[in-house]
């Protein structure tokens, strides 16, 4: 009797096993690889529903569009071996719900002064083509974070790194960017992409991030 009961044991959990395997994928619940999220749990929005398999690899494509028409005719580099006026690199990585978002690393060095949050004439070229993007998508948000490179008191650039991405904040809204659709927020000093200890590096970490996700719009009319 233990051995039967044991044998209906195996089979009702493979049975249980089989069931999950053949179960449609586009009503799975849909975990991006670790190695693929940001670390910051602040990049994208606290959605209200799980993201469907489907439904990701539709935000995906709507993600990669907005990029495609971002970097249309613009020049884009790698900081490490870019130069020159050129201050834009442009990535697609996952955002901390697993989608697709945009990642902008914008060259604060050419965007402000020296210890100035004041934007110059070359970010507003810039800028004025990322306001229009959004625009143009308004089913994204964007998160904007300024850093500094280890120069300096610790307090001052925090407060600098702030001013700046309010900087960039206030002028995509006076492009009519919806605020609510834009957060700001200042690292200072912390999470550095280069060394501090040589002036290349630094420039590389003087730098104000933008990162477009998918907002719960997007995800409503995609769910109906």
């Known amino acids: 009797m233990k051995k039967l009961f044991s044998g209906l044991v195996v089979v009702l959990g493979l ?17 991006a690889p670790a190695t693929q999220t940001v670390t910051d749990t602040m990049i994208g929005t606290q959605l209200a529903v799980p993201v469907t398999y489907q439904i990701t690899q539709q935000v995906n494509n709507k993600m ?8 249309n005719g613009w020049e884009v580099i790698d900081y490490a071996t870019g130069g020159g006026d050129t201050l834009v690199s442009v990535d ?8 697709q978002a945009i990642k902008l690393g914008l060259n604060d060095t050419e965007l402000f002064a020296i210890n100035s949050a004041k934007l110059t004439p070359k970010a507003d070229a810039v800028l004025a083509r990322v306001a229009k993007n959004l625009n143009n998508f308004p089913e994204t948000d964007a998160t904007i974070i300024g850093y500094t490179s280890h120069t300096g008191p610790e307090q ?9 991405a309010n900087a960039v904040m206030n002028y995509l809204i006076s492009k ?4 609510n659709r834009l957060k700001a927020m200042g690292k ?24 477009v996700t998918a907002n719960q719009k997007m995800l409503d009319n995609l769910s109906k």
Request: glycine share 8%; charged share 25%.
């Open 64 to 71: 990669k569009q907005q990029q495609t028409e971002l970097v």
């Open 92 to 99: 697609l990585l996952a955002d901390s719900n697993g989608l």
């Open 156 to 164: 001052f650039n925090v407060k600098l790194s702030k001013e700046r």
């Open 188 to 211: 200072g000093w912390n999470d550095p992409v280069a060394s501090n200890a040589t002036a290349k590096g630094r420039a590389k970490n003087r730098r104000v991030e933008i990162w």
């Open 15 to 31: 049975g249980m096993f089989l069931f999950s395997s053949c179960h449609s994928k586009k009503d799975s619940v849909y975990t």
């Open 176 to 179: 009519g960017v919806n605020k």
